[in-house]
């Protein structure tokens, strides 16, 4: 999903949710009356407020005729040139009512109904431009807005599928300075099962762009929903009183109501956060409290450890209690009284579940790999992370990548017994130029996980990865005994696919999951590799064969 700058802000994922305060016909007439209604908007944390910019003759004809009559709706009886008489903006108001928004720090700009409506807006140099549900079918319209170089926000009430296709194109054909579409249902007021809010992540998945809602229900549940879903952008009626009527008055939001809603959503975009696996650091305190194996009775050097002796208890200073059915029946190296918490040092003789914790250095024909250390958090490393035609490929992270978020990454894997993390060096030059990973290395089920990167693209297509993945495999399964390595690759990765079927990799099954750098759903393929299955590149013929130097 793209970002779009509106006014003074940068709209998209990651970033705070733009509150548009709609003033509509909520000002009954009177410019002292939108003026307070800007404040309020202010008073309230709204980003911006919006007017609609048309006059009951360029939106419809003065005529009795039945079709001109409204019925369903809460104007049941009307017709349309009466209510867009007593709802419209009087077109001399919109630039001191700008100029109120200004003053107050609030983006100012409106729904133009009609040409001559974007060409007095244009003179204001408003932002941005809403097109209403109802005129998404008005491809002239859309791409008169467009080509004015603004930002266009389309409302989707009402609208099928090819339409929106439609709307999408002609903007983007005529030269909009950006999309969001604003995900809505156009019954005044909407029921909340009509809203449909999943909508809102295919969307933006099916197109690329921002995308928000334009919210028409009572209460505010539903806009909060719907940036939990990933709306980056909410518009919702403002009015000073409901009891004072008008013809938006029932879906309206009272300005106490509007500041709980921005309080709401705020307080849902701060708990949505990032992905992100881990403790955070409020969590760090009760980490420590986890379960972990520990000596309950005084143990003897060279005794047998037995269920008796050793248990699964908290807090969390000792091994992890996985590794007891391997360690049951081992030996103690030393005097171990009750309390202890067990570390590997204690366990003598379980080869099984020996941590990794030697680094070692692995050479081939063309590549070597040594282990990644926190000095390779170098500015090549983040521009790596953040080269689009590198982060396609990535199955997770969270972008843009900084030194710091590097450096975190990087930390990781220090004195790690369940991970692995090497530089991938093009011998010839010395070049560092990509990393490669062993990771969640279980040893006693004897299995783990394995990633590659290679970041500079000019040594991409030349089986580098294939060498440098042989080189971990071949140390995973020979010297670290593993049984089964696991790997994942974006389904359009063919290269990589196709470098890990070479080494025997067999696939075992796909599933979606979004794709953070472009804000997609994408098919991900995990591939599995049985020890006994490995194709070993013919540099490594015998296990024998593999040249390893112990840092």
Same mark, same amino acid.
């Given at each position: 999903?793209?970002?779009?700058?509106?006014?003074?802000?940068?709209i998209?994922?990651?970033?705070?949710?733009?509150?548009?305060?709609?003033?509509?016909?909520?000002?009954?007439? %009177? /410019?002292?009356?939108?003026?307070?209604?800007?404040?309020? !908007?202010?008073?309230?944390?709204?980003?911006?407020?919006?007017?609609?910019?048309y006059?009951?003759?360029?939106?419809?004809?003065d005529? #009795?005729?039945?079709?001109?009559?409204?019925?369903?709706?809460?104007?049941?009886?009307?017709?349309?040139?009466?209510?867009?008489?007593?709802? /419209?903006?009087?077109?001399?108001?919109?630039?001191?009512?700008?100029?109120?928004? #200004?003053?107050?720090?609030?983006?100012?700009?409106?729904?133009?109904?009609?040409?001559?409506?974007?060409?007095?807006?244009?003179?204001?140099?408003?932002?941005?431009?809403?097109?209403?549900?109802?005129?998404?079918?008005?491809?002239?319209?859309? !791409?008169?807005a467009?080509?004015?170089?603004?930002?266009?926000?389309?409302?989707?009430?009402?609208?099928?599928?090819?339409?929106?296709?439609?709307?999408?194109?002609?903007?983007?054909?005529?030269?909009?300075?950006?999309?969001?579409?604003?995900?809505?249902?156009?019954?005044?007021?909407?029921?909340?099962t009509?809203?449909?809010?999943?909508?809102?992540?295919?969307?933006?998945?099916?197109?690329?762009v921002?995308?928000g809602?334009?919210?028409?229900?009572?209460g505010?549940?539903?806009?909060? !929903?719907?940036?939990?879903?990933?709306a980056?952008?909410?518009?919702?009626?403002?009015?000073?009183?409901?009891?004072?009527?008008?013809?938006?008055?029932?879906?309206?939001?009272?300005?106490?109501? $509007?500041?709980?809603?921005?309080?709401?959503?705020?307080?849902?975009?701060?708990?949505?956060?990032?992905? %992100?696996?881990?403790?955070?650091?409020?969590?760090?305190?009760s %980490?420590?409290?986890?379960?972990?194996?520990?000596?309950?009775? #005084?143990?003897?050097a060279?005794?047998? $450890?037995?269920?008796?002796?050793?248990?699964?208890?908290?807090?969390g200073?000792?091994?992890?209690?996985? /590794?007891?059915?391997?360690?049951?029946?081992?030996?103690?190296?030393?005097?171990?009284?009750?309390?202890?918490?067990?570390?590997?040092?204690?366990?003598?003789?379980? !080869?099984?579940?020996?941590?990794?914790?030697?680094?070692p250095?692995?050479?081939?024909? %063309?590549?070597?790999?040594?282990?990644?250390?926190l000095?390779?958090?170098?500015?090549?490393?983040?521009?790596w992370?953040?080269?689009?035609?590198?982060?396609?490929?990535?199955?997770?992270?969270?972008?843009?990548?900084?030194?710091?978020?590097?450096?975190?990454?990087?930390?990781?894997?220090?004195?790690?017994?369940?991970?692995?993390?090497?530089?991938?060096?093009?011998?010839?030059?010395?070049?560092?130029?990509?990393?490669?990973?062993?990771?969640?290395?279980?040893?006693?089920?004897?299995?783990?996980?394995?990633?590659l990167?290679?970041?500079?693209?000019?040594?991409?297509?030349?089986?580098?990865?294939?060498?440098?993945?042989?080189?971990?495999?071949?140390?995973? $399964?020979?010297?670290?005994?593993?049984?089964?390595?696991?790997?994942?690759?974006?389904?359009?990765?063919?290269?990589?696919?196709?470098?890990?079927?070479?080494?025997?990799?067999?696939?075992?099954?796909? $599933?979606?999951?979004e794709?953070?750098?472009?804000?997609?759903?994408v098919?991900?393929?995990?591939?599995?590799?049985?020890?006994?299955?490995?194709?070993?590149?013919?540099?490594?013929?015998?296990?024998?064969?593999?040249?390893?130097?112990?840092?």
């Amino acid at each position: 999903m793209t970002s779009l700058r509106l006014g003074r802000r940068v709209i998209g994922p990651g970033r705070p949710v733009y509150v548009v305060a709609e003033l509509s016909a909520n000002h009954h007439q %009177r /410019y002292e009356e939108a003026v307070a209604l800007i404040r309020a !908007a202010a008073a309230a944390g709204a980003d911006a407020v919006k007017l609609q910019t048309y006059t009951p003759a360029t939106l419809t004809l003065d005529c #009795d005729r039945p079709e001109f009559h409204l019925g369903g709706t809460i104007w049941e009886g009307r017709t349309l040139y009466d209510l867009y008489g007593e709802a /419209y903006t009087p077109w001399e108001w919109h630039a001191g009512l700008k100029g109120v928004a #200004d003053e107050l720090g609030l983006d100012f700009f409106s729904t133009p109904f009609d040409p001559t409506a974007v060409a007095m807006l244009e003179e204001l140099e408003v932002p941005a431009y809403k097109i209403a549900s109802f005129e998404l079918v008005d491809l002239p319209l859309i !791409a008169g807005a467009a080509r004015t170089g603004k930002p266009l926000m389309l409302s989707t009430g009402m609208a099928t599928l090819e339409e929106i296709d439609e709307a999408v194109a002609a903007a983007r054909a005529a030269g909009a300075g950006g999309i969001a579409l604003l995900h809505c249902n156009s019954g005044y007021p909407a029921a909340p099962t009509e809203m449909h809010l999943r909508t809102v992540p295919y969307l933006a998945a099916r197109y690329g762009v921002v995308v928000g809602l334009s919210d028409h229900t009572l209460g505010h549940e539903a806009a909060v !929903a719907a940036v939990a879903l990933g709306a980056c952008i909410i518009e919702k009626h403002l009015i000073r009183s409901r009891a004072d009527g008008g013809p938006d008055a029932a879906f309206s939001l009272e300005p106490a109501e $509007f500041a709980e809603l921005v309080r709401a959503v705020r307080t849902v975009e701060a708990a949505l956060g990032g992905v %992100r696996t881990g403790p955070t650091p409020r969590e760090e305190a009760s %980490r420590r409290l986890r379960r972990s194996l520990f000596v309950v009775q #005084d143990v003897a050097a060279g005794e047998r $450890f037995t269920a008796e002796n050793i248990r699964s208890i908290r807090p969390g200073h000792g091994l992890p209690p996985k /590794y007891l059915p391997a360690i049951l029946g081992a030996r103690a190296t030393r005097d171990l009284p009750r309390g202890t918490p067990l570390q590997w040092e204690h366990v003598d003789g379980v !080869a099984t579940a020996d941590p990794p914790v030697a680094r070692p250095f692995l050479q081939g024909v %063309r590549v070597a790999l040594r282990p990644l250390t926190l000095a390779d958090a170098t500015p090549t490393y983040v521009n790596w992370l953040n080269d689009p035609a590198v982060t396609r490929y990535l199955e997770v992270g969270k972008f843009p990548a900084t030194l710091e978020s590097v450096c975190a990454y990087l930390a990781t894997f220090e004195n790690n017994p369940t991970a692995l993390a090497f530089a991938i060096i093009e011998r010839a030059s010395g070049q560092h130029i990509g990393n490669v990973t062993l990771n969640h290395i279980d040893p006693v089920h004897r299995t783990a996980d394995t990633g590659l990167l290679i970041g500079e693209k000019s040594f991409w297509g030349q089986g580098l990865a294939y060498e440098a993945w042989g080189l971990l495999l071949a140390y995973a $399964f020979d010297r670290l005994n593993l049984h089964k390595v696991v790997a994942g690759a974006i389904a359009e990765n063919r290269a990589s696919i196709r470098t890990l079927e070479k080494l025997g990799f067999r696939p075992e099954g796909r $599933f979606r999951a979004e794709k953070w750098v472009e804000g997609r759903y994408v098919d991900t393929v995990r591939l599995g590799l049985l020890r006994e299955e490995f194709q070993r590149p013919a540099f490594l013929t015998a296990p024998a064969a593999l040249p390893v130097a112990l840092s």
